[in-house]
């Protein structure tokens, strides 16, 4: 059990037979009355945000998350295999169960997999990676770094946007979370 006076961003919490995770927490005590805690949770398996009001110390059980280096080794069809670096063992999880995330992943990718009460929920990629440039718009003289953007194919399939100056073959460095180029590699 955790108490609400503890809510910290990232904290886990189940509610409802789910596990939530504090996105933001604000602690409020009013003039008149008691004080409360107001909260933005995201459900982690389905994504989507609520917000809820806490009584100032009131106790909500704590989601026990175990998270596992694990390793992408293949593709078996609309499966994807993963493997646990310490037991060896395989995973197997459709695209459908990874998310929008599954456009970065490639073969020997190490990813952790975090799990609850033996439920695989997300998939967590690096912050960024590096990846080859398969297609885009060849680069014209004149291409500035500040002149604007084209999409690029990467190597993975993923689609982004790139500065004009970038060709097919350089490799580029990514944010997995909002689809942002970083710079060459």
Do not use: C
């Amino acid at each position: 059990m955790i108490s609400s006076n503890d809510f910290r961003t990232g904290t886990s919490i189940e509610l409802d037979g789910s596990v939530w995770r504090v996105v933001e927490f604000l602690h409020v005590k009013p003039g008149k009355g008691s004080a409360f805690v107001r909260t933005k949770l995201k459900n982690v398996k389905g994504g989507n945000t609520v917000e809820k009001t806490f009584r100032a110390g009131e106790t909500v059980p704590q989601a026990v998350i175990e998270k596992r280096d694990m390793q992408h080794t293949y593709r078996d069809g609309e499966d994807l295999v993963f493997m646990d670096m310490e037991t060896y063992e395989e995973v197997r999880l459709t695209t459908g169960e990874i998310g929008p995330q599954v456009k970065y992943l490639k073969e020997e990718m190490s990813v952790s997999v975090v799990s609850w009460n033996g439920q695989i929920l997300e998939v967590e990629l690096p912050n960024s990676i590096v990846l080859e440039v398969t297609q885009t718009d060849p680069g014209v003289k004149g291409d500035t770094a500040t002149g604007g953007t084209k999409p690029a194919i990467l190597e993975t399939g993923a689609q982004v946007m790139v500065p004009l100056f970038i060709s097919i073959g350089e490799r580029i460095k990514v944010d997995t979370r909002t689809d942002a180029y970083l710079g060459r590699e």
